[in-house]
DNA sequence: CCCATAGTTCGGAACTTCGGAACTTATGGA
DNA sequence: TCCATAAGTTCCGAAGTTCCGAACTATGGG
């Protein structure tokens, strides 16, 4: 298993946090990641709604999350935990995600995902 | 020429804009737009940095704007002329907006997109 | 050692994006 | 009026991306 790897937030681009960030699905595991404390194992994120996620999907859009600046990921023992990198994130592009996930919490019922009123950590 | 479709503010998803906008060179579009007293002719947006866009890509990315809702296009003659929809989109997702363009801005020289710091209208 | 659990990788089907060539539509002469 | 030209749109094939089931790889416990 190769180790996992993550961008310096220097390498953050905000084509990547915005192509992450751009399916409903993966906005709502980045934001229930972020209000659960800022951990929570992949599987912990994979019901979201009604839809249950394939593990093999889920995986992938964790590391699209990971790859985007967004998460970091930690193994520990079989599990993998993940933390929101808000204030990295915040610190390089302020506003960006407040907007991203306010957008989606007001579009509310609608969209497939629930996302109360931003608050970081 | 089928005329061109606009969704209602109302109908605007958040998805739909951040993948409109995921794109460094469609986001340099809209940049432009707005910048330019919110009216462009297609073809005055055609190169952005080195580039030439084709015409078949670049009708299609103005597409994707229009149908996310950032933009209204009418046709004047032979020619389309875009609008900025900013002031509808920020009403319904306040603070979207900004963060992504000043996102892109702050990212600077690195992307293939310039952009100065942002002031609607 | 064997099993269960938590993730990852592989591979094919379905979808999206890109760009060249052909088409449409409006305008401005001769 | 008829033709030429300019601005966009549509079509379609090649290339790329996403999704998800099946097979695989760690890790920890009994």
Known sequence: MRPLFHPAIEDV???????ALADPGRAAMFA???QAGCVEACSAVASLGERVIPKSSLSNHI?????AGLIRSER???????HSRWAEVEARFP???AGILNAYASDGGSGSCSTGP???R
């Open 13 to 19: 681009r905000p084509e990547a946090i915005l192509h």
């Open 32 to 34: 229930k990641i972020m």
């Open 63 to 67: 590391k699209v999350l990971r790859e």
């Open 76 to 82: 520990h023992g079989t599990e993998v935990r993940n």
């Open 95 to 97: 506003g960006l995600l």
């Open 118 to 120: 931003i608050d970081p």
